[in-house]
């Protein structure tokens, strides 16, 4: 059994989490993300990661691959721990969250969504490594919190040739681990009307804006339990005086099964009109739980029960890119990074506390899963 570091052993992951923090990389900054993307290259490199060829494919997907094989010495279908390096956060959110320790919290944007997970399996990696039977692969991916467009075949090409999938994604409340997670569909909204002179015949006109504003509080008033709709993001009009023509909302919907996912997009076909069209535009596949997830689970809770950590499985509202390595039915087992609070907030921070457990729990995983045919 390997044991949990000490909190002098975490000195040089906490390091580590520092300089993540610090390179910001919000989803929608290309320049911010290849920043992160180079900082995270030089970490699988100074840790003897072999990184990936450049590739064509592998550029286009913004990522970065990297493999421990212990110099060759290691074979076959390797665990693939899946990460993404983007961020809800924009350039400059430092400033209102900084990289600060009070107490046994950390503080900083992304800091548990997700780079206190990528810094949790390096260091759980760098532990487990002397005793792996087979290899281990990263993918760390950079737009998984705009729905993974650009990575996604990606991901599950490298599944598909993976004995199993790990992701680090924050821990549940608490603290337990993920079998399941619910469909999260994507839907643009789009309202048209007539444009006239707002100060001079306003009643000639038709407000794109108004459409859409009845429309966002009908959808979202059909929202319940297991079954959300939620307006995130919304524009319309370019000038003050005229009636706006055109106005345009992206909304997420989380979808338990697929009953509640047939009456979401039920609700949403009922609200459509002449003036109003929403088009999906993206969907993380329900992933329901299989018994190659469950036997990864298992041998986790063994593990957390020798270690004295409480874990449970657990099936998540919130999407990850384990969506698509579970649906895919590769065996994969998420929420598996540190417990913490504030995610997509302005306070986000991890429980320190929580760091050294849950490292042991993953590099004993790491070796006991090498035993699984």
Same mark, same amino acid.
């Given at each position: ?95 209102? %969250? ?5 107490? %046994? ?44 467009? !650009? ?22 409340? %608490? ?10 569909? !994507? ?113 986790? !809770? ?72």
């Amino acid at each position: 059994m390997i044991p949990g570091p000490s909190p002098a052993e975490l000195h040089a992951a906490l390091d580590r989490l520092r300089r993540l923090v610090l390179c910001e990389t919000p989803s929608y900054d290309p320049a911010a993300l290849a920043a992160g993307l180079a900082l995270m290259r030089a970490e699988f490199a100074a840790d003897g990661l072999a990184l990936a060829p450049a590739d064509p494919g592998l550029d286009a997907a913004g990522a970065v691959r990297a493999v421990y094989d212990r110099g060759g010495a290691l074979a076959g279908p390797p665990v693939l721990i899946l990460g993404h390096l983007d961020t809800v956060h924009p350039v400059g959110e430092l400033a209102g %969250n900084p990289w600060r320790i009070e107490g %046994n919290r950390v503080f900083g944007p992304g800091i548990l969504d997700m780079k206190g997970g990528i810094v949790l399996a390096l260091e759980a990696l760098r532990r487990a490594g002397p005793h792996l039977a087979r290899p281990v692969e990263f993918l760390i991916t950079s737009d998984e919190e705009i729905g993974s467009p !650009r990575s996604r075949g990606l991901i599950e090409a490298r599944a598909k040739a993976a004995a199993c999938v790990l992701v680090p994604e924050p821990a549940r409340d %608490n603290g337990g681990l993920v079998v399941g997670r619910h469909a999260i569909l !994507r839907y643009a909204l789009a309202a048209t009307g007539r444009p006239a002179h707002a100060g001079r015949d306003p009643g000639q006109g038709v407000s794109a804006i108004h459409r859409l504003a009845r429309a966002i509080v009908a959808l979202e008033s059909r929202s319940r339990p297991g079954a959300s709709l939620s307006v995130g993001v919304i524009g319309g009009g370019r000038w003050v005086n005229c009636v706006p023509e055109r106005a345009s909302a992206e909304m997420l919907c989380v979808a338990a099964d697929e009953v509640r996912r047939a009456e979401i997009t039920a609700v949403i076909a009922g609200e459509t009109d002449a003036r109003l069209a929403a088009d999906l535009v993206s969907e993380r596949p329900l992933w329901k739980t299989g018994a190659g997830d469950l036997a990864i689970y298992e041998v986790a !809770r063994a593990v957390a029960a020798e270690l004295g950590v409480a874990v449970s499985a657990e099936v998540s509202g919130g999407g990850s890119d384990g969506n698509l390595t579970g649906a895919l039915g590769v065996p994969t087992l998420d929420g598996l990074g540190p417990c913490g609070a504030g995610l997509h907030a302005h306070d986000e921070h991890l429980d320190l506390a929580s760091l050294g457990p849950r490292v042991a729990v993953m590099a004993n995983l790491l070796v006991r899963l090498g035993a699984l045919p």
